[in-house]
Each structure stands twice: as C-alpha cells, then as structure tokens.
C-alpha cells in the first residue's frame, strides 16, 4: 500500500513538473511574441519620426541632422562672414538674395533723381545719365539737317551779337539836371549833365582847348579825316575817307599824308583798287606801317563795296565793322568822316596815353577805355576830343617826353604831379 501511494506522489509531482515546465516555456514564447511585437512596433513607429523622439542617445547621424537644419537658417550669415565663394555658390538662398538685391537695385535707379538719393547712387546714375546723353548729342549732330544745324546757326547769332555790340553808343548825358544827370559841363556855350565826371575834368578841358587854338597840329592839316579829294564825288570822297583811315593805323599823320597823296595821284578810286597790281599799291603806300597788309585791305574792300554796297561806303557801323582792316577805331572814324554820324569814340594811341594821365579812366587799354569814358562824357564832344586830344598829344603831351612845361594843366594832372 505504502509503495502505491508513493508511485501515485511521485507521479503527481511529475505532472507538476511538466506542467511548471510547459508554463515556463510558455511564459517565454509569450514574452517573445511580446519583444516581436514590440519591435514590429518600433519599426512602423520609427518610419514616422517615432524612433529619434523616443532614443534616449541620440545617433550621430541625427546631431548632424540637427545641425544641418539650424545651418540651413544660419549658414548665409556665416557665409558672408567669410566671403567663401564656393559657398555661396552652393547655398540655396544666397542667389535668391543676390537677385533680390539686383532687382531693388535696378527698381531703385529711375529714382535716383529724387532728393533723398544718397551719392553712390547718384555717382552711377550720373555716369549711366551722362553715357546716353553725350550719344545723343553725337547722334543729334550727326541727324541735324543742315538747315537747323547750330553750325549754320551762328554766323546769324554772332551777327545780330555784333550787331548790338556795334550799335550807335547812347549818349549818356542831358541837357536837364535831374538826379541821375546831376553834373554839370559846359561846353560850347552849353550846359550838359552828366551822370559822373572826372575830377577837374572842365577845368582840363578847357586848358586843353586853349592850347589847341592855333590848330598847329598834323591832325589839323594831315588828318585822316580830311585827305579825301574835295572835286570828287561824294561816294569816292566816302571811299578816299575809308581808306585814308584804314591805312592811317600805327602810322603818323604826316606818312598818312603822303601815302594818301600817291593814292590819289595814280586815282583813289574802287575800280581802279580792283584793277590796280596788288604789287604796284603797296609800293604806293609804302609810307604807311604794314603795307602789304594794307594793300591787300584796299583791294579786298573796294571788292566789297563794289559788290555788296553798289560801290559805296555802307552807312552802318555793324557792316563797316565787316570790312577787312576795320575795328572799332577805324569804324567810328570812318562812320563820322563818311556819313557824319557819332556812333563812338575813336581812341588813338594819343587819346589812350593822355586819358591815362589825366585819370580820366584807371583804364590803360583802349577798348576799356571806351566804354568807360562813352558812359560819362557827353556824346556831342566825341568827335571834337578825338580831334583836340590827338593834336595836343602830338605837340605837347607827347608819348616820351611830354613838354610840361609848356602845359596849362600840370596843377591837375596826375601824370604831373607823380613825376615831378
Ligand atoms: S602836365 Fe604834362 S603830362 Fe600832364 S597833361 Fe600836361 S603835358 Fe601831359
């Protein structure tokens, strides 16, 4: 009995085994079905990001991920930084940047005019702006039709500039006193106003005067003015006038004189200034400065007259001023000893030194001089000073040694009283 009850113990703690045993290895495949699982999990989780969420020690490979995402927002700056090129090249944004910049700049440019515009700007604005105009200047000289060309343009410009310059100078003095006019001048036995006037200048003139009355001076007798021939007519009288004066320039009245004398004597006339060998006329002013010069002014003006003028002398001193050998001297000279018009001072070397002396102008050249003194003196004594002031330079203020001596003025001259 004993021995059955041991069998039968015996047997159940055997069934107890294998059952601890199928329990076990069930306990085991469940707990690996259970990591199989989980792992199935892990990998459709990780196909969604779950993975690096979830690692504890992140990957290498996820850091440089990481750190690629923050360069990408990073990386222009620290590329600029450095100036790399490559860089540059390579990165995404940097273009786009580039050609951001470009656009502002180039939408920037049509308002570079405006005021607030800062100076680089400006600078390429004003050479892109001076490019295209100096092509289109090009462009418009080379496309203007002769008619409207500037070339052609400004002899008419600078004809109607001569012409006013040329014009009749205005008599700046009156013969009633007022404010503007409020100095006196008497002068042939008139009072005439004038708006401004040289200190002593009455008291000089009429010392002048006073020794200019025995008119023992070339000029009275010799003068440019009056070596036309009387029994002419009055045109070649005009044109004997001209051309006395013409080749009365730099030269004394006496050779003015003689020149004029052979002039007439072979026939001081324009068809035979035409006809004359160019040779032959300047043989026959010879007395005169600069007569191959002159000669050829004769010929080239007798041409002219003949041409433009029907053969006589132009009444204007803007056509006068045309004629070869003619400046302003020579052309008031000639417009008063032709036509007895006052259109200006005709200064001489005489005229120029004297006025100086006198300080009746700080000017010492002579086309100051004229406008200077042409505002003040009385128009009416032009023609007379011109005459007065030459022959008292050519007998007593003389250029070199002036005979002060003899002088009525020496207690107003500055000359005077800085020399002596
Ligand atoms: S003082 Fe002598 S320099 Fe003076 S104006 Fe008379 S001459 Fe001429």
């Given at each position: ?66 750190s690629d995402d923050e360069s ?171 051309i006395s004066i013409i080749i ?173």
């Amino acid at each position: 009995m004993a021995d059955k009850r041991g069998a039968k113990e015996a047997q159940k703690n055997a069934e107890l085994d294998e059952f601890d045993l199928e329990v076990e290895k069930n306990e085991k495949a469940l707990k690996k079905q259970k990591k199989k699982s989980i792992a199935k999990i892990y990998e459709s989780d990780s196909s969604n990001d779950v993975k690096p969420q979830t690692s504890k020690k992140p990957s290498k490979r996820s850091k440089r991920t990481d750190s690629d995402d923050e360069s990408v927002i990073e990386a222009p700056k620290k590329k600029v930084a450095k100036k790399s090129k490559k860089a540059a090249d390579s990165d995404d944004e940097r273009p786009k940047k580039k050609t951001t910049k470009k656009r502002s700049k180039i939408e920037a440019e049509p308002d570079v005019e405006s005021e607030e515009d800062v100076k680089p700007k400006k600078k390429v604005a004003s050479k892109k702006s001076d490019e295209p105009t100096t092509s289109k200047k090009k462009n418009q000289k080379q496309s203007i039709p002769p008619s409207q060309n500037p070339k052609i343009q400004i002899p008419t410009k600078t004809k109607k500039l001569n012409e006013k310059k040329n014009a009749p100078a205005v008599d700046q003095s009156s013969e009633v006193k007022d404010s503007e006019h409020p100095f006196p001048f008497f002068y042939e036995g008139k009072t005439y106003y004038c708006k401004s006037l040289p200190p002593n200048f009455q008291q000089q003139w009429d010392g002048i005067c006073e020794m200019r009355k025995g008119k023992n001076a070339p000029v009275d007798s010799m003068g440019a003015g009056i070596l036309a021939d009387k029994n002419e007519s009055p045109e070649v009288q005009r044109f004997q006038n001209l051309i006395s004066i013409i080749i009365s320039a730099q030269t004394a009245d006496e050779r003015t004189a003689q020149a004029m004398g052979n002039l007439k004597n072979y026939g001081l006339n324009i068809q035979n200034m035409i006809d004359i060998d160019i040779d032959k006329l300047a043989s026959l002013i010879k007395p005169c400065n600069n007569n191959n010069n002159k000669a050829k002014y004769i010929r080239e003006t007798a041409q002219i007259l003949l041409e433009r003028y029907d053969g006589d002398v132009p009444r204007s001193k803007a056509d006068i001023m045309t004629l070869p050998g003619c400046g302003e001297k020579v052309t008031n000279l000639a417009m008063w000893c032709c036509w007895g018009e006052n259109v200006g001072l005709a200064i001489d070397t005489h005229m120029e030194r004297i006025f100086y002396r006198l300080r009746w102008t700080n000017e010492r050249k002579r086309d100051k001089q004229i406008k200077e003194i042409q505002a003040w003196m009385p128009k009416i004594m032009w023609p007379d000073s011109n005459t007065k002031i030459v022959g008292f330079g050519q007998t007593i203020c003389e250029s070199r040694s002036p005979k002060c001596t003899q002088c009525l003025i020496t207690s107003t001259c500055r000359y005077y009283q800085e020399q002596f």
